[in-house]
């Protein structure tokens, strides 16, 4: 993504009501996971920092981000350490797992994505879950994806193949944005026929009001979150753990990679991470 992008983020991910929507949701979906107290958390591409305050309510937070711009917001934020790293091999040495990976909006910018969850999967603690999000359907690819950098867009079919592909177990899997669908889907398509003239126009925020209602409307999908799957919608969420059974090999390459991993909490942040 371009800094200008992130700079957007992080003058709207706090109140617009799609971010704030989107972490109601995601969080109300850590808590049915039933996480140790005081969980180890890692969030890959971390963006601007926008959703370490609630993943802190489940543990202890680290981040890793490729963009030097992003990282640099979200250490600004002060709540956690930022690493550089980049998904799939060139992630930092944590020298401890994780009982939780995160990542939202990020493996739809790495061409790698099976390589990546399998090499995440490395880090996991045993019974530790890896929880993602990504834009969903093909036929929505914009102007908004290619600004992102996106390599894809995935359904249900293409996102449960890549995890059971990479010999992954697939505990939980929905669509979201479920209510907003038939809206959001139309302005995108129409937005095939006449593109914006600037760059993430259609994330910019409406008026209070609008925003309160489009939150509203959004977050009430929270109360579907690990109990029902939803059968459309703009994005996709996803519960993945280690299959019982399967040991979790660190490739060659990554071997070979991890002598240079030895970052510091100083060290620059992540990128082709990044948020979508």
Known sequence: METYTYQLMREIEDEHWWFVARRIILSRLLSTLQLPERSNILEVGCGTGGNIAFLQEYGEVSCVESDKSAATMARERN??????????????????????????DVIEHVEEDGESLNALSSFLKPGGRIVLSVPAFAFLWSQHDEENHHKR?????????????????????????????????????????????????????????????????????????GKISLPFGMSLVAVISVRPGVSRVVSVRELAAARFRSVTPSGRANGAIGGA
């Open 153 to 225: 867009r995935y359904n249900r079919h293409s996102l449960s193949e890549l995890v059971a592909s990479n010999g992954l177990s697939l505990d939980y899997i929905s669509y979201f944005n479920f209510w907003l669908f038939p809206l959001v889907a139309t302005i995108r398509l129409f937005r095939k026929i006449r593109p914006y003239r600037e760059s993430w126009q259609d994330m910019r925020p409406p008026s209070a009001l609008f925003n309160r209602v489009l939150q509203f409307i959004f977050s009430s999908e929270r109360f579907f979150m």
């Open 79 to 104: 709540l956690a350490p930022v690493l550089p790293g980049k998904l799939p091999n060139e992630l930092p040495g944590f020298g401890h797992q994780f009982d939780l990976i995160v990542l939202f």
